[in-house]
Antibody, heavy 128, light 111 residues
Framework: QITLKESGPTLVKPTQTLTLTCTFS??????????VGWIRQSPGKALEWLAL???????RYSPSLKPRLTVTKVASKNLVVLIMTDMDPADTATYYC????????????????????WGQGTLVTVSS | QSALTQTPSASGSPGQSVTISCTGT?????????VSWYQQRPGKAPKLMIY???KRPSGVPNRFSGSRSGNTASLTVSGLQAEDEADYYC???????????FGGGTKVTVL
């Protein structure tokens, strides 16, 4: 059974750096084809993809947020960390991590096909 | 503005069917067989309902079905039930540089 859970600060000040942790179980990021994604949702708004990290340490970022994002993993501890710099009130959102579909499909690699398990999300408010 | 276009709302009475659409381009929805749909109830995390255009994960009722025509994907909920009232988001693979696109979401109301 795959489970994921996000943790981190609930309140950050503008210009500060946000660090969120995703702790998961039921799979290993050391295993071929595994990946974890980050998605956020501002209040009343749509889902917005942020980043993906894979078993081989390859990473993909949303082009619009790439300058501000860093994603890393500690496979041995079953956790993934998302760092977002220069936080702004517009970054107020619920941040989710999710288990990515297996990378290999029909003999080819695809960075994303679907997110099959999601964490409960963590609300981060950016305010002074 | 989301990369994939969804109509903001849809509704139907219990037992009826409702179809919601998701329009992309020939570089995402129309090219890759990797359209997925997520259901999100208020205050809850999204839940995968359809993947790879037409496939249902284990445990998802067969009242939910997916399809695609050209650059537009669709999710149909047949035999609407009160528990189907939720927001629904489509998503598509869009290539290695920007792999994940989401739609703006459709709020489904059961009348």
């Amino acid at each position: 059974q795959i489970t994921l859970k996000e943790s981190g600060p609930t309140l950050v000040k503008p210009t500060q750096t946000l660090t969120l942790t995703c702790t998961f179980s039921g799979f290993s990021l050391s295993n071929n084809g595994e990946g974890v994604g980050w998605i956020r949702q501002s209040p009343g708004k749509a889902l917005e993809w942020l980043a993906l990290i894979y078993w081989d340490d390859d990473k993909r970022y949303s082009p619009s947020l790439k300058p501000r994002l860093t994603v890393t993993k500690v496979a041995s501890k079953n956790l993934v960390v998302l760092i977002m710099t220069d936080m702004d009130p517009a970054d107020t959102a619920t941040y989710y991590c999710a288990h990515n579909s297996p990378y290999y499909y029909n003999g080819r690699g695809y960075y994303y096909r679907y997110f099959d398990y999601w964490g409960q999300g963590t609300l981060v408010t950016v305010s002074s | 503005q989301s990369a994939l276009t969804q109509t903001p709302s849809a509704s139907g009475s219990p037992g009826q069917s409702v179809t919601i659409s998701c329009t992309g381009t020939s570089s995402d929805v129309g090219y890759y067989d990797f359209v997925s749909w997520y259901q999100q109830r208020p205050g809850k995390a999204p839940k995968l309902m359809i993947y790879e255009v037409t496939k249902r994960p284990s445990g998802v009722p067969n009242r939910f079905s997916g399809s695609r025509s050209g650059n537009t994907a669709s999710l149909t909920v047949s035999g609407l039930q009160a528990e189907d009232e939720a927001d629904y988001y489509c998503s598509s693979y869009a290539g290695s540089n920007n792999p994940v696109l989401f739609g703006g979401g459709t709020k489904v109301t059961v009348l």
